[in-house]
Each structure stands twice: as C-alpha cells, then as structure tokens.
C-alpha cells in the first residue's frame, strides 16, 4: 500500500460493534508486503472487515491472497504494535509493556509508527526497583521459519535515563546457542533510534531483545516497528541506493510538518506515478528510487519530508544526492556541506514540494562525516555536462 492514512484489518460481531485487531499506515513503497493478524478465539459468529481510510491525497491500496490458518500466526514481516503485540512474549526479571503513551504516561512520549500519544509500543522499565542492576528482562518473538537466505531485521528504540541499561538484540534458534545482532548502551536522548542485523539461520528460530539493568533510579527502553526485508542488511548506513529500502532514511506522519510520503517505487512496477525513466543507481527500469506522489496536481506544493537517521555529533558532514527535477531531464547531483552542531546529535531533512508538472525524484543519498568532499569534484562535472547538453521541456 502507499501513501494512505490507514489500512485496518476489524472484526465485526453481529451486534454491529467493532473491534480493531490490525492497522497500518503511511506510504510502505510499490510493492507487495505480507500481514499476519491474530484473531483471538470466539465465542459468537463474526466477520472480518478490511478497511481502508484516505488521508486526502494520493495513493492506491491493494488486497491479494487472504488466508486462514488454524494455529498462532508466525513471525509477521512488519510490527507496528498498534492493536496487537504480534505474538511477541515477555519473559525474565520484569515485564515488556504494551502501551502509549496516553495509557500510562511513562515511556516515549510518542511511538515511532504514528507519531501520536496514542500509538504504541513495547516497553521495558529498568530501573533498579523493577530491574536490579545486571538482570535482564527478554521480549521474545514468535517461532520464524529457516531461511534460504539473508534477511535483514530492522527495529526503532528509544531509551530514557542517564543509564538506560544496554539493549542486545540475538537470533534464538530452536537447537543451539544464541547469536547476537546487535547491542547498545549508550544513552540516547529523547528519540527514536535506527537499529539492523542480519539474519542468516537454516533451522527455526526466534529474534529476542533483551534489557540488561545498570541501576538507574528511572530508566526504561523502548521498541517499535520491527521489519524484515529480504535482503541483508545496507553495509553501512552512510549511502542510501535505495536498492534495499530506505536504509534508516524515514517519511514522517507528524501532520505539523509535512502532508506527503516519498514513496518507494521503480520504473518497471510503477503503475501509476510518473516517473524518471530510470533510477540513478543501475541506470536500468529495475532500479528503485524515491518519488513524490504526483498524479492530483490540485495538491501543488504540499510537501513530504524524509528524514535521515540520527547523526552521531560531528565536525561536519558532506551530504549528496541525486534530483530527478521537473525543469531538468537528467538526474543532478546536489551536495550540502553541513556543520553539524557539536553539542546533540541530529537529523537530516530532505524536503520535497510537489509542483504544477513534472517529476520529483530522489536517489542515491550519501553522507560523509568528517567533510573534505572528496567526490565533489565529479559531482558538479557530471552535474553541469547533462544540464548544458540537455533541453529543458
Ligand atoms: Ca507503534
Ligand atoms: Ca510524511
Ligand atoms: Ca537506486
């Protein structure tokens, strides 16, 4: 789905009530993305309710291959916990909440999904009443199948404390020991934080993420939006070809800063946007960019942002990318030289405005921390040459 407010999954009794038990939003790319949704057991007749809401702009949503299957839902490919825990399990010294926000008033004050009170998330509390130093509290996933290949798990936290305890994240296969992904104990500010592993396992197996207590008076971390793609993981997270997704570049659903998403998409799948007609990457149909929702040109210059991953502090960054513009015929390449301020870490936005014609798209973003641009050179030379040769439309 792309670009919509809402897809919701409800069960409807025959009273007419309604319960919510699966929910999804914003633009997720051209692509198709499997949805597992646990349906409690019950006592009396029910149906289920596909619906779609719109946020008033574009965007198309599609529906293919409904299954059930008797039995708990393996591991879903995307968690948003809005609704449901997705069979996620609690175990060890202290409990993982599920919350908001507005439910509790502890934790992130907003989730990483929605970006609202309201939206929810996993919480482990870990200070030292609930979580002495050096216990740990695990939040288990459902049992996934072995896989043929290289996946790559994605996942947002966010810690709050001076000493938040330390976040590991392992691969627990059904016979052996446990394999570490990642691991983190630095504390982070008030954000949420981009975090990946690659998961390579024949046999069955469960993702775990555990919280080690350091003793803080009041701490607690956080998790949301656990993803899968089926690819391994970017190597590093200083260039985006968007060949693999996004790579911790991010759209924004805050509604007081932008209207749009940059959407996911490529010359060959696209059905419905205009496009450039290739991506920069590979030169080819296949390639993937972003693009700027452009078919209702009654929506003229609303925006989307997309928004980096938070930067370590540094003294400066060098910052390009690639425009496909509605004035230019060939990809430019822009480059921005950023003084990052040294005291907080911080983000990156590209904005985008929709135009009268045209299309806007994006590629290839790469940031480079500790300045000296060294490919600058070749990026106004193969910059200028296309603008000089090419004829404006
Ligand atoms: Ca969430
Ligand atoms: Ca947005
Ligand atoms: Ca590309």
Redesign the pocket.
Known sequence: WRSWAAANVNLLFADSSEELLWTRNSAHGNVWHEGHCSVPPQLTTFQLVFEATRSGFDGQLALDDVAFVAGPCSLPTMCSFESQTCGYTSSGRARWIHQSWASTKTGPKTDHTLETENGFYMLAHSSSDVLPEGSVTTLTSPVRRGLSHTECVHFWYHTGGEKPGTLKVYIKPTDGNRIQLFSSSIRQGHAWRHGQGNVNWHGDWQLEFEVKGEGDLFSFIAIDDITYSTHSCPTTDSVC???KGLCGWSNTQNPSVDWLDWDLTSVQAEMFYSTPPY????YTEE???LVLPNSQRDTATQNAWLLSPHLAPTKGTCLSFWVYQPTMCMYICIYIIKWLVLVVSDQIVLEGFKGEKGVLAL??IRYTVGVNCSFTFLCILVTIIPMILCEHE
């Open positions: 070809d968007f060949e991506d920069h990457t590979l390639g993937h960019f590629d290839d």
